[in-house]
């Protein structure tokens, strides 16, 4: 569920898929599809958004969340399969001829009998608002070029579009939402995402090569645009009698948000000063009670709250 208060513009799309997600806000509707009602299959794993990108060890499953508290900074993530290569992330400004740097860690993990590709995640700071930036990531041998646009600063009218998905998957349907919000004239900046990621947890095992085929099936819009993440019942991948008992290890792994610099101590809390002085509380359904908690807190410091709450 999510709750919108105040004149944002938002772009309300896509409340889909296999569990309801209801959500309350003032953007109108802005399309007329209504998704059909029956199960839809999943894309096979030769599909061509799946399709692995051309070179050696190529930077894969690329995708942005925003990096700080106000706008300034962004985690760049991506998956090399063959070796660990570049930590770096190269960027610059449109039009500019300096070139920036900065590096970041990498990790892999075991699910089951399934162990990850190399997972990188680099935050980018001090970046100036309203600007284009172009990165590249795979420094050093297969390189791939990407672009994003950071949000205009904070401050009274400033006009921003928020796309809200939830429960995606990787069904032919899922490929048919996401063409809807990349093709929706609204534009959405942002997206705030309520949970569901990849659906991997449906196949035997929890297959986590299902994680990895949503991450490249993504990329086409959040290695573009930040996607800010809300866990749902889906990213638990909790299969103790196969010996996985932490709970949300993929989605942990995978999917960062700025925590720590947001003064939260979970992950799966955070605060971020939007626009418009707007503030986009985050959390997870097993902090339920951290939330309510620092709630107070965060009203005295910011004039919009977005609550975003994925229900399982
Ligand atoms: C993991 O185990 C399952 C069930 O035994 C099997 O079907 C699958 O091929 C295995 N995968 C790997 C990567 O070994
Ligand atoms: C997914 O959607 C894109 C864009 O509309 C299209 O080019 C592609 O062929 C689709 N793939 C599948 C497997 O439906």
Same mark, same amino acid.
């Given at each position: %569920? ?51 990108? &051309?070179?050696?060890?190529? *930077? ?20 090399? *399969? ?97 063409? &809807?919000?990349?093709?929706? *004239? ?19 095992? &929890? ?10 099936? %993504? ?20 299969? *103790? ?46 902090? %339920? ?24």
């Amino acid at each position: %569920m999510g709750v919108l208060r105040g004149r944002l513009v938002v772009l309300c799309l896509l409340i889909i898929c296999h569990e309801s997600v209801v959500l309350v806000c003032h953007g109108g509707i802005t399309s007329s599809f209504v998704r059909q009602p029956e199960k839809t299959i999943d894309m096979p794993l030769n599909s061509d958004v799946f399709k692995v990108p &051309h070179g050696y060890n190529a *930077p894969q499953q690329v995708h942005i969340t925003q990096g700080d508290h106000e706008g300034r900074a962004v985690i760049v993530s991506w998956v090399t *399969p063959d070796e660990a290569g570049s930590r770096t992330v190269i960027y610059w400004r449109e039009n500019s001829k300096y070139r920036f740097s900065a590096k970041g860690a990498v990790l892999r993990y075991k699910f089951y009998n399934y162990t990850s590709g190399y997972i990188h995640h680099c935050t980018v700071k001090n970046l100036e608002f309203d600007t284009k930036y172009y990165y590249l990531v795979g420094v050093g041998g297969t390189t791939r070029q990407f672009w994003f646009r950071t949000p205009p600063r904070v401050g009274p009218d400033v006009p921003y579009t928020f796309g809200l998905i939830g429960d995606l998957g990787q069904s032919y349907d899922s490929n048919r939402t996401l063409a &809807h919000y990349e093709t929706n *004239p609204a534009k959405g900046q942002t997206v705030l995402y309520v949970g569901d990621l990849s659906y991997a947890d449906n196949y035997p095992f &929890h297959d986590n090569r299902r994680w990895d085929t949503w991450g490249r099936f %993504m990329e086409r819009s959040v290695a573009y645009q930040p996607w800010i993440w809300t866990a749902g019942n889906h990213e638990i991948d909790f299969l *103790p009698e196969n010996g996985e008992t932490v709970p949300f290890k993929p989605f942990k792994r995978r999917y960062h948000v700025p925590y720590k610099a947001s003064g939260s101590t979970a992950p799966f809390g955070i605060r971020s000063r939007e626009l418009r002085h707007t503030s986009l509380y985050y959390h997870h359904i097993l902090h %339920m009670e951290n939330t309510l908690l620092s709630l107070n807190g965060l009203k005295r410091s910011f004039q919009r709250l977005i609550g975003l709450k994925h229900h399982g």
